[in-house]
């Protein structure tokens, strides 16, 4: 009964964490939007594709993340900073190209897409979900002995993993349907307001990144006096 509980709060715990950051529902009319030269047939494949991709990214970031930071000697607020930049860079693109963001990146039909760029990395699957699951990930139990506790929050964790994926999927292979409920207003209100939330995303991870990094006087010391 106790393993079931602590697979059921690691379930939980990573599920509860990456879908705010992830963010399927709000990324759905982006997807749409940008696949909107695809043909319909192509986007349940397109879609599968990028929850596969994005499992696999967050997958290798929540078990083996910490330890490829630590090989290269890179640290978690560097990660985010970086990643933060990638992550506003895209939304203010969107934000402000809007309706002819395909046609000034991508002139002339389109019959192929690459799932991975941009549609997997960075609008599902950003430096910020990375990040946070890499931070899940450097939380596991440090002692190997107790082999049982490790493999029960990897279960739960590998649980939450997949339910991330299929939530992930089920958006984007129904974002037409998402987008014909909302109209066309409602879509043109949802995309500007998804780009938005992305570019504020990407500069909560810089400012994350940079109170890691800087020390608290620091920003004290710039604060203007009342």
Request: proline share 7%; hydrophobic share 50%.
């Given at each position: 009964?106790?393993?079931?509980?602590?697979?059921?709060?690691?379930?939980?715990?990573?599920?509860?964490a990456l879908f705010p950051v992830v963010n399927p529902v709000?990324?759905?009319?982006?997807?749409?939007?940008?696949?909107?030269?695809?043909?319909?047939?192509?986007?349940?494949?397109?879609?599968?594709?990028?929850?596969?991709?994005?499992?696999?990214?967050?997958?290798?970031?929540?078990?083996?993340?910490?330890?490829?930071?630590?090989f290269f000697g890179i640290t978690l607020p560097v990660v985010?900073?970086?990643?933060?930049?990638?992550?506003?860079?895209?939304?203010?693109?969107?934000?402000?190209?809007?309706?002819?963001?395909?046609?000034?990146?991508?002139?002339?039909?389109?019959?192929?897409?690459?799932?991975?760029?941009?549609?997997?990395?960075?609008?599902?699957?950003?430096?910020?979900?990375?990040?946070?699951?890499?931070?899940?990930?450097?939380?596991?139990?440090?002692?190997?002995?107790?082999?049982?506790?490790?493999?029960?929050?990897?279960?739960?964790?590998?649980?939450?993993?997949?339910?991330?994926?299929?939530?992930?999927?089920?958006?984007?292979?129904?974002?037409?349907?998402?987008?014909?409920?909302?109209?066309?207003?409602?879509?043109?209100?949802?995309?500007?307001?998804?780009?938005?939330?992305?570019?504020?995303?990407?500069?909560?991870?810089?400012?994350?990144?940079?109170?890691?990094?800087?020390?608290?006087?620091?920003?004290?010391?710039?604060?203007?006096?009342?």
């Amino acid at each position: 009964m106790n393993n079931f509980a602590e697979i059921v709060n690691a379930f939980l715990l990573v599920y509860a964490a990456l879908f705010p950051v992830v963010n399927p529902v709000g990324g759905a009319p982006i997807f749409l939007r940008l696949t909107n030269r695809i043909p319909k047939a192509r986007l349940p494949s397109l879609a599968r594709g990028v929850a596969i991709n994005s499992f696999v990214l967050l997958l290798c970031s929540l078990f083996i993340g910490s330890h490829v930071l630590v090989f290269f000697g890179i640290t978690l607020p560097v990660v985010r900073i970086a990643g933060g930049l990638v992550v506003a860079a895209f939304g203010w693109q969107l934000l402000h190209q809007g309706d002819d963001i395909e046609e000034r990146e991508h002139p002339g039909p389109r019959s192929t897409v690459d799932a991975f760029y941009p549609l997997t990395m960075p609008l599902t699957v950003g430096p910020g979900s990375i990040s946070v699951a890499i931070t899940l990930g450097s939380q596991r139990p440090a002692s190997e002995a107790d082999l049982t506790q490790l493999a029960v929050l990897g279960g739960g964790a590998l649980a939450g993993l997949l339910a991330i994926a299929a939530t992930i999927y089920v958006c984007y292979r129904f974002a037409g349907d998402i987008v014909s409920v909302l109209g066309e207003r409602g879509t043109s209100v949802m995309m500007r307001l998804s780009a938005f939330l992305l570019f504020c995303i990407g500069i909560q991870i810089i400012w994350s990144g940079l109170r890691s990094l800087v020390p608290p006087t620091t920003f004290a010391s710039l604060a203007l006096p009342l």
